[in-house]
C-alpha cells in the first residue's frame, strides 16, 4: 500500500512542479511576440484592427497549432514505444476495472452513442460489492477510498479463465488493446508495462501540463486510473469568449484555478 501510495503522491508533487514551470514557459512565449506598442496584458480586451488583437490572434495560433501540434507528436512517440513491452497476464485489468460511473449510467451513455461506454460495457460486468473487488487489488481499493471523494463503481470480466487468459481474446475492444492508454496509468508492480510507464511518465506528465496551460484538452481519466488535479495550481486556458455588449467575439485568455479533486 504504502508504495502506491508513495508512487500518487510522488506523481501529484511531480505534477504541480510541472504545471508551475509550464505556465511560466507559455507566458515567456507569449511576451515573446508581444507588440512593442502594446502596454496591456494578454487579458485586456482590444480593437478589433489593433496590434493588441493581432498579438492576441497569433498567441491562440501559437497555442493551439504550434505547441498542441508538437505535443500529440510526442504523445504519439510515447504509445509507439509501448509496442516493445507486452502484457505479463496478470490479469488485474482485467480483475479489476473502476469508472465513476454507475452501471445505470454507463448504459445510458451507450445507448447515447457514447463509444467507450459501448465497449467498456461489451466487457466489464459490476461487481456485486466493494468487498468482492478489494480481493483483487486490496492496496489500490484502500487509495481509492483514502483520496477519491466521489464514489467509484468496481468491474470485472466474465470472460476471464481461471488459468487468468481472456476466453475471447481475439475480439477484443479497443480499450483492452490500448491498455495502458497513457503512462500515468497506476499499474501494479506484475504489469508487463511498468517500465515503458516507468521511463515515459515524467516526459508525458510535463507534455500534459503544457497542453493543459493551452486549454486543449483535460487531464487523463480512464478506468484504472485517478485523477491528478491541483487546486491551488493555475490553468491558462484560451477561450474564445462572446462579448455581449456588442455582440461581437473576442479572443480571451482565462486562467482558472484548476478544480478540486
Request: some cysteine.
Given at each position: 500500500?504504502?508504495n502506491?501510495?508513495s508512487?500518487?503522491?510522488?506523481?501529484?508533487?511531480?505534477?504541480?512542479?510541472?504545471?508551475?514551470?509550464?505556465?511560466?514557459?507559455?507566458?515567456?512565449?507569449?511576451?515573446?511576440?508581444?507588440?512593442?506598442?502594446?502596454?496591456?496584458?494578454?487579458?485586456?480586451?482590444?480593437?478589433?484592427?489593433?496590434?493588441?488583437?493581432?498579438?492576441?490572434?497569433?498567441?491562440?495560433?501559437?497555442?493551439?497549432?504550434?505547441?498542441?501540434?508538437?505535443?500529440?507528436?510526442?504523445?504519439?512517440?510515447?504509445?509507439?514505444?509501448?509496442?516493445?513491452?507486452?502484457?505479463?497476464?496478470?490479469?488485474?485489468?482485467?480483475?479489476?476495472?473502476c469508472?465513476?460511473?454507475?452501471?445505470?449510467?454507463?448504459?445510458?451513455?451507450?445507448q447515447?452513442?457514447d463509444?467507450?461506454?459501448?465497449?467498456?460495457?461489451?466487457?466489464?460486468?459490476?461487481?456485486?460489492?466493494?468487498?468482492?473487488?478489494?480481493?483483487?487489488?486490496?492496496?489500490?481499493?484502500?487509495?481509492?477510498?483514502?483520496?477519491?471523494?466521489?464514489?467509484?463503481?468496481?468491474?470485472?470480466?466474465?470472460k476471464?479463465?481461471?488459468?487468468?487468459?481472456?476466453?475471447?481474446?481475439?475480439?477484443r475492444?479497443?480499450?483492452?488493446?490500448?491498455?495502458?492508454d497513457?503512462?500515468?496509468?497506476?499499474?501494479?508492480?506484475?504489469?508487463?508495462?511498468?517500465?515503458?510507464?516507468?521511463?515515459?511518465?515524467?516526459?508525458?506528465?510535463?507534455?500534459?501540463?503544457?497542453?493543459?496551460?493551452?486549454?486543449?484538452?483535460?487531464?487523463?481519466?480512464?478506468?484504472?486510473?485517478?485523477?491528478?488535479?491541483?487546486?491551488?495550481?493555475?490553468?491558462?486556458?484560451?477561450?474564445?469568449?462572446?462579448?455581449?455588449?456588442?455582440?461581437?467575439?473576442?479572443?480571451?485568455?482565462?486562467?482558472?484555478?484548476?478544480?478540486?479533486?
Open positions: 500500500m504504502e502506491l501510495k508512487n500518487l503522491e510522488n506523481q501529484r508533487t511531480k505534477y504541480r512542479e510541472y504545471f508551475t514551470k509550464s505556465v511560466a514557459e507559455i507566458q515567456k512565449r507569449i511576451d515573446k511576440i508581444k507588440p512593442l506598442d502594446v502596454q496591456e496584458d494578454i487579458f485586456a480586451d482590444f480593437d478589433a484592427e489593433s496590434s493588441g488583437k493581432k498579438w492576441q490572434t497569433e498567441v491562440l495560433q501559437m497555442l493551439e497549432n504550434d505547441i498542441s501540434k508538437d505535443i500529440y507528436l510526442k504523445f504519439r512517440e510515447i504509445l509507439s514505444k509501448r509496442s516493445n513491452y507486452t502484457c505479463s497476464g496478470c490479469a488485474t485489468c482485467c480483475n479489476l476495472a469508472s465513476e460511473f454507475s452501471p445505470e449510467e454507463l448504459q445510458r451513455r451507450a447515447n452513442g463509444n467507450f461506454a459501448q465497449q467498456f460495457l461489451s466487457v466489464f460486468v459490476p461487481y456485486s460489492s466493494r468487498e468482492e473487488a478489494r480481493k483483487v487489488y486490496p492496496q489500490y481499493i484502500e487509495l481509492l477510498e483514502q483520496t477519491k471523494e466521489d464514489e467509484v463503481y468496481f468491474y470485472h470480466c466474465p476471464l479463465t481461471e488459468d487468468k487468459r481472456c476466453s475471447d481474446y481475439e475480439n475492444p479497443q480499450i483492452c488493446r490500448d491498455f495502458p497513457n503512462p500515468l496509468t497506476l499499474l501494479p508492480a506484475s504489469c508487463g508495462f511498468c517500465r515503458w510507464k516507468k521511463e515515459n511518465e515524467e516526459i508525458y506528465m510535463l507534455d500534459i501540463c503544457l497542453l493543459g496551460t493551452g486549454g486543449m484538452m483535460p487531464l487523463p481519466y480512464r478506468w484504472l486510473k485517478i485523477k491528478y488535479r491541483c487546486n491551488y495550481v493555475y490553468i491558462i486556458r484560451i477561450k474564445l469568449s462572446r462579448n455581449r455588449k456588442n455582440n461581437r467575439r473576442t479572443s480571451r485568455i482565462k486562467i482558472q484555478s484548476a478544480p478540486n479533486s
